[in-house]
């Protein structure tokens, strides 16, 4: 295959064939087809990527990507968690043997160990072998590693609640709303919600933010009666007047969020 | 007339070498999916440098609007989310790109590992290729930070933390990283979108130009 103008290359621009020593046989000696990159084979490869796109723009379009509220370093009781390719590092820490009085060991040794053996593979296995069965301890040593890798995220993902995470940690829409403290409806409010739903009505101890929800005045008087999801029926407690206050106080902080 | 176009560069700075050290040569046939299916396995590697482009074109997008400071960070982030056109499809594939680009990047290094391919001559491509591994779990430890939502907070709170831990040069570390050896806040933040957006970026091309060069200049390793 002739190409260019003229320039005399030979081959391609490997390393030429002579330093065999540091340089792989050339494509044309291995048995079998070859084809040329360009544009032969980058079609394939582009043909590959497209699929493997539409698969991931699926991805994308179908899992939202997660925002939780704005941080908070006040916010008491919250359990923190990496992303999911350093939940195995994380778990790692909560052995006895790796963490608390042997936390060197958990930091520094085991990982360096690892990753300092993931770099160094190529001096630590050098024999002539290439076949896994040629090289029982590397292969061995990284099927444990990979075990033991799957084994700690698992363990450390099998044990939180994603989806109650979530819920509890939803992104409260910046809102200027004025919450007008003397208005009748706040005074049934911190009797009977402020315990859950928080002063503010946008947290609290164990309720979901009252700001952004979509009820009429009717069913936020119901829902204080009755309870939805976790929320027990009967923690309103007063009459019905004060029920109409409360309704009418939810509600008219909505609608003005909705406004801005 | 692109021929013409190309002959007046070529006569000028002889393109034609470059264009060959880019594109011209041979597949062989056990690397091709579509001799032996099973060769999809050497697909890996650059399936993970196209998320790598995913990543870096996403990434450039979300700069437009993101504000690297604790008041606006994730007021910027809400907004780019609910009210940017596309915003919350452009922010998707930043997210789950950081999870795929870690995934395809295992599965390439275990293609590698198992085929003994990391053996004389390409030790040296496989120590480049772990340190892209370790760029990329950097860069993924640091953004996860930039949305500055309570679990990026606490995270990165239980990271330094654990980074503080590492004899004599841990609380140096987390001054290096954070800003200040307590508080994880406004410095934080700003060095850590620094780190993410220019020091690992340069890291991570200068080592892909290098793992990519080497294997030009290699090839593939032969069939087992």
Redesign the interface.
């Known amino acids: 295959m002739k190409r260019g103008k003229g320039m005399k290359y030979v081959g391609d621009s490997r390393v030429s064939a002579e330093k065999t020593s540091t340089t792989p046989k050339d494509y044309s000696e291995y048995p079998g087809r070859t084809v040329a990159f360009w544009p032969n084979f980058l079609l394939t490869e582009w043909l590959a990527g497209s699929v493997f796109l539409v698969g991931f723009l699926t991805l994308v379009l179908t899992h939202p990507s997660p925002l939780e509220g704005m941080a908070d370093p006040t916010t008491a009781g919250y359990i923190p968690l990496p992303d999911w390719y350093f939940l195995f590092l994380y778990e790692l820490l909560k052995y006895k043997y790796a963490g608390g009085d042997y936390v060197l060991l958990g930091v520094v040794v085991i990982p360096g160990l690892a990753f300092g053996a993931l770099l160094l593979a190529p001096f630590l296995d050098n024999g002539p072998g290439r076949r896994p069965s040629q090289r029982p301890i590397a292969t061995s040593m990284m099927l444990l590693a990979l075990i033991a890798t799957i084994w700690l995220t698992y363990d450390s993902a099998s044990a939180v609640d994603w989806e109650a995470r979530a819920e509890a940690n939803k992104p409260i829409p910046p809102s200027e709303v004025e919450i007008d403290t003397s208005d009748p409806g706040y005074e049934v409010y911190k009797n009977s919600c402020a315990s859950c739903h928080g002063d503010n009505l946008t947290d609290g101890a164990a309720g979901p933010p009252l700001i952004g929800i979509d009820y009429t005045a009717d069913e936020i008087a119901k829902i204080s009666v009755e309870g939805i999801g976790n929320m027990p029926a009967g923690v309103f407690d007063g009459t019905d007047e004060e029920l109409e206050q409360l309704a009418e106080f939810i509600f008219t902080i909505n609608e003005e969020n909705k406004e801005e | 007339m692109l021929q013409k176009m190309y002959?007046w560069i070529?006569e000028r700075i002889?393109i034609?070498?470059i264009w060959?050290?880019i594109?011209?040569?041979?597949?062989?046939?056990?690397v091709?999916?579509?001799?032996h299916f099973s060769a999809?396995v050497y697909?890996f590697g650059?399936?993970t440098f196209?998320?790598v482009v995913?990543q870096i074109l996403s990434g450039m997008f979300l700069t437009m609007y993101y504000v690297p400071d604790?008041e606006n960070a994730?007021?910027s982030?809400?907004y780019l989310?609910?009210q940017v056109a596309h915003g919350?499809?452009v922010?998707?594939?930043?997210?789950?790109?950081?999870?795929?680009v870690?995934v395809m990047l295992l599965l390439h290094t275990?293609r590698v590992?198992?085929?003994?391919?990391?053996?004389?001559?390409?030790?040296l491509n496989?120590?480049v290729g772990?340190?892209l591994?370790?760029v990329m779990?950097g860069l993924?430890?640091t953004g996860?930070l930039l949305?500055?939502?309570?679990?990026?907070?606490?995270?990165t709170?239980?990271?330094l933390n654990?980074a503080g831990?590492?004899?004599l040069i841990g609380d140096w570390l987390i001054t290096l990283l954070g800003g200040h050896p307590e508080i994880?806040g406004a410095q934080t933040l700003t060095r850590f979108f620094a780190i993410h957006v220019f020091f690992l970026p340069a890291a991570l091309f200068a080592l892909l130009a290098v793992h990519f060069i080497l294997i030009?200049?290699?090839?593939i390793?032969?069939?087992?």
């Open positions: 002959d070529d002889d034609t070498p060959r050290d594109a011209d040569h041979e597949v062989p046939e056990h091709n999916p579509a001799h999809f697909c650059g399936l196209f998320v995913i604790i994730w007021k982030v809400y989310q609910t919350q499809i922010r998707g594939m930043h997210h789950w790109g950081a999870s795929v870690i275990l590992f198992f085929q003994g391919a990391y053996k004389k001559p390409r030790e496989w120590m772990v340190l591994f370790f779990l993924g430890f996860y949305p500055w939502d309570n679990k990026a907070y606490f995270a709170e239980v990271g654990i831990q590492v004899p994880i030009r200049r290699q090839g390793s032969g069939p087992l």
